[in-house]
């Protein structure tokens, strides 16, 4: 094994140096850089035309635009619309090369990362970007019954069960099983449940109108479950409860301060959350869960301590302790900022700019690291130092569905259409390649006055047997 | 059972007189359509206004515009570009009723269609278009290494082992297995083998340039296989060797009268062709079977004599024997239509447009039937009669790749760029939906002037495992 990763080592130096334009024999120092999210590929770009060898790895063959990609779950948009592949949007930069793989191990001591082909590669520099992945708070069980939302596979799955429901709904003998097949639950009221269940309401009452001859779909029941007190909780309390009316008004049950106890094959088990003792059960053919987030497990592989929720504690440089070399970014660091009065510290949240500015923090390091004298390491950094990665908070925004928004932009909060025009600019604006921007729009559009999603697509064919269900 | 299916049967019944703007309570005869592709949407949309209740059973949700489905196995669409959801194309259509089921049995007796979720459906009339599926001539264990496209899962399946095969060329450190990855082979030199292979040249040529750091696309191996002398054999000899010399000319291996012997993973065996003994392997990671097609295993369940690609004999009314409420249409029946001489017989080919010819025709017969005298039944129609269903053969296209076409329309015969003109303006006409056909235009026009392929999405991660290939 380490004959062979010399082997491959030398041959991936020799190639990429013979690639570079610079045409120099001499090694530039590697970088590997796994997974290609916002981090991975914010970092990967701020280093172009940079003396080193880049090296991304990631499982997937695309970058995904996670943000939209409860529309591909809900059938707004196509997959490639958000989903652009990371060889064609790197092409252009001649010291990257792109792989496709999986990763199995990291080993800091040697200085390598090992692939599941059995291959390994060295580094001079290592960025960890992988992410973050759903977490079920210790009860993995639910996994099949209220599947999550991160990859494009999960977004197919889901917009299959939801398709499938009114499917099963409409040919379905049984009213209790049609009642069942009808009602969708939601848990978890992040911006991704909030989108979820409001986009769910809309299809039932409009997407589908005068499509079905035995059931009416208007009739189906959203369910918003949510632990805490408010829907929407990084926003302030106004818009959580400006948003809580507008997905009322959608036609979503919003519950709050309601604690999931159990999810089986159409069922969901609440605890009441109005203080009497008792649980109710919920029937229920669709669940998703939009919850709980844990860090990739490929934070254990560096063998560092991590914080509750599986992140990579780093410090003010984005560096694991005694490792100058290695960065974690993204959703898999635990980070702490300086606040803007410039003191108190905070953690950084979990979100895309967030990663897209921890990317080009580390590559500024890097650069930095790069330029100092021959054999000189630059020192850990406290993260209230100056100098350290500070994130810059430009608000948050969620949609709720047609013409309803709430956005928060600490000098300004609003709601309702300016609001969701206001969302529909960003995530147009941030939306990878050009292309992808206008066919979106298009698709916005044409949504907006036909009131209809065409990725209503189930490209498996209908379950042999009939999904067995709970009787209630 | 049969209480239930009584029930039911009832129940929809009473349900749709109730959705009807008639608003009758006389029951009107039901009509069941089994499958939705061109014949059985051609059939139903016939019987638009019709005093009959009909069902249409598809095991997908979707209408599937199959001709252009090598388009998305080779990333140049996204799915809902070429797929519609049946019950939205169908929804102003009082009179039908759209279930997702898989018919498990037919019982011509009893005038019922068994689903495979235990319902049953009883039936007046009876349409059965079910098409087409694969053929490995017998050799299915040939499926696993060299899928064909008939669904949208296998284009999803197929254009994730394409663009897998050039990223485990661009990770691979053995040169032989880079090799195999780059070879493609395509089985079968009909419309789809011949589409399929000009667009993997092009990829390999074009879409995937300067995308590479440790192989070169441009050198993968492309062959197309074909038992029979020619391409193309449903055309004229002449327009056969245009659309070789266009393929070569894209990059294209052709190779015909050559018969294929052996499928393993990874490798191909065929037949020297050139008349001396003995058998060639061919190492390719990738394999398409575009050769064989039988059948739909539903024609099985009337139990009626089938012919030797498995489809159901039908008369000139395209009814089977004795039973004059049953029609079969499309690819899965074997008719004669009267050749232009108004004499001569000849099959029916298995091409859309006589499925959508058939679906009609068999609408205008139950139309017949219902205003013949009460209890008249509709006699046996040879298919050499007056007012057998005939054929109208309007010629045949097919694409090779970028502005290289061939057309047969009979009176005339063209190749090269104003085919490809011809051929792109024939698919977008008839391309179903008018949203439909503007994306598609788009993304064409998009293809066209960037070279680029813009669904280029592996939804499932990497294999773990990298795939085992037989050494040459």
Redesign the interface.
Known sequence: MAA?AG??DG?NRR??TS?SSKGSLAARPRVLVIGCGFGGLAATRALVGAPVDITVID????HLFQPLLYQVATAGL????I?A?I??ML??QRN???????VKGIDRQQRQVH?????SLGYEYLIVAAGATHSYFGRDEWATHAPGLK???DA?ALRARV??AF??A????DPAQQRACLSFVVIGAGPTGVEMAGTLAEIARHTLK?????IDPASARVLLLEGSPRVLQALPPELSAKAAAQLRALGVEVRTGCRVVGIDAGEVEVETGDGTVGTERIPARTVVWAAGVAASPLGRMLDMPLDRAGRVHVDGRLNIPRHPEVFVIGDLAAAQSRQSDGRTLKSVPGVSPAAKQMGAYAASQILQSLRAPQGQVLPPLPADAPGAFRYRDYGALATIGRKAAVADLGFLQFSGYFAWLFWLFVHIYFLIGF??RL?VL?DWA?AYWSF?R?????????D???LSLTKP
């Open positions: 062979l082997r491959l041959q190639m990429s690639n499982r997937s063959n695309h196509s997959a490639p619309s989903a592949p060889r064609h092409r252009g990257v090369t792109v792989l496709m793989a999986e692939l599941a082909d059995g291959q990859t494009l596979q197919f398709l499938k499917e099963q409409e040919s379905s003998p005068n499509e079905f001859r035995r292309r992808n066919v298009m044409w209809q065409y990725a209503r697509v189930v490209a498996e064919p209908v042999a047997e009939p």
